[in-house]
T-cell receptor, first 112, second 113 residues
Framework: NAGVTQTPKFQVLKTGQSMTLQCAQD?????MYWYRQDPGMGLRLIYY???????DKGEVPNGYNVSRLNKREFSLRLESAAPSQTSVYFC???????????FGPGTRLTVL | AQSVTQPDIHITVSEGASLELRCNYS??????LFWYVQSPGQGLQLLLK??????LVQGIKGFEAEFKRSQSSFNLRKPSVHWSDAAEYFC???????????FGAGTRLAVHP
């Protein structure tokens, strides 16, 4: 039981490049989330998926898109990366939305 | 708007000393509250949570937290700190729509031998 896994662990992009961050959970959870963590700001929600087939914007969605591929997988895409998107990205999941969220190990992204 | 405040950015304690990390929240209804810990380069691990019932909740690694509605606080405590407790600690509240966690900015704990 790996919990929540994220790939890649590290990534360096040039401004304007695109990439997709992958997240998978093996806990049969319904809800999944993407957060970004910046120094002194805690974690902020980018997008979430309350259940398979649905996605909604969080607090800071601009510049990102998501896909809930199936119940297990929730990907985050940066279409045209900007230096302001340099951050650590965390994926999380919960059985239902009114429940404890479990976090992956994070992806450290640098945009030059 | 809902918010979480952790007043202390950095705290340093000696190994074996007691610890209290402060957390204040702004929320209209009964909150669902969490404490997470993040070791360097790692993800977030749940320490404990409060949904309802007993206002003193026990967590992993010897941590406990007390929910005080009158003070809008959910402070984290440990009677005797170990060097391995050095990490960053985040308090969070589940928002009214239950669709996101609202995090405080975090408190970084250093432990002196």
């Amino acid at each position: 039981n790996a919990g929540v896994t994220q790939t890649p662990k590290f990534q360096v992009l040039k401004t304007g490049q695109s990439m997709t961050l992958q997240c998978a959970q093996d806990m049969n959870h319904n809800s999944m989330y993407w957060y970004r963590q910046d120094p002194g700001m805690g974690l902020r929600l980018i997008y979430y998926s309350a259940s398979e087939g649905t996605t909604d914007k969080g607090e800071v969605p601009n510049g990102y898109n998501v896909s809930r591929l199936n119940k297990r997988e929730f990907s985050l895409r940066l279409e045209s990366a900007a230096p302001s998107q340099t951050s650590v990205y965390f994926c999380a999941s919960s059985e239902i939305r009114e429940d404890t969220q479990y976090f992956g190990p994070g992806t450290r992204l640098t945009v030059l | 708007a809902q918010s979480v405040t952790q007043p202390d950015i950095h705290i340093t304690v000696s190994e074996g000393a007691s610890l209290e990390l402060r957390c204040n929240y702004s929320y209209g209804a009964t909150p669902y509250l969490f404490w997470y810990v993040q070791s360097p380069g790692q993800g977030l691990q749940l320490l404990l949570k409060y949904f309802s019932g007993d206002t003193l909740v026990q967590g992993i690694k010897g941590f406990e937290a007390e929910f005080k509605r009158s003070q809008s606080s959910f402070n984290l405590r440990k009677p005797s700190v170990h060097w391995s407790d050095a990490a960053e600690y985040f308090c969070a509240v589940l928002s009214g729509g239950y669709n996101k966690l609202i995090f405080g900015a975090g408190t970084r704990l250093a432990v002196h031998p």
